[in-house]
């Protein structure tokens, strides 16, 4: 139905910038939100950022605000998230979500994310 397809992940110092990519494919007339989490080893997964298929609202975690930005194209089926200033905290690997009508829900298989102080 829809298959989610992450990269842009690795390793970087503290305050160092990364930029992932998601890749979308299959169906998606009926797509409404698209998400990105994290989650680090031992930890349970957390909600990053989110935006709308339809629209350019955005919806940002505290810890991310000011630091990270959420974007798409939807002629090209991409998700994207510009990290910027990095910590340590945020080592995750990073998963791309999307939720269709009907709460129909996909997950990608993620990508490693690595920041060193």
């Known amino acids: 139905q829809v298959q989610l397809v992450e990269s842009g992940g690795g390793s970087v110092q503290a305050g160092g910038s990364l930029s992932l990519s998601c890749a979308i494919s299959?169906?998606?007339?009926?797509?409404?939100?698209m998400s990105w989490f994290r989650q680090a080893p031992g930890e349970e997964r957390e909600f990053v950022a989110r935006t709308w298929w339809p629209n350019d609202n955005t919806n940002y975690a505290d810890f991310v605000k000011g630091r990270f930005t959420i974007s798409k194209d939807t002629a090209k089926k991409m998700l994207y998230l510009q990290m910027n200033s990095l910590k340590p905290e945020d080592t995750a690997v990073y998963y791309c979500n999307t939720i269709q009508y009907g709460a129909v829900e996909s997950w990608g298989q993620g990508t490693q994310v690595t920041v060193s102080s």
């Open positions: 299959g169906r998606t007339f009926d797509m409404y939100a």
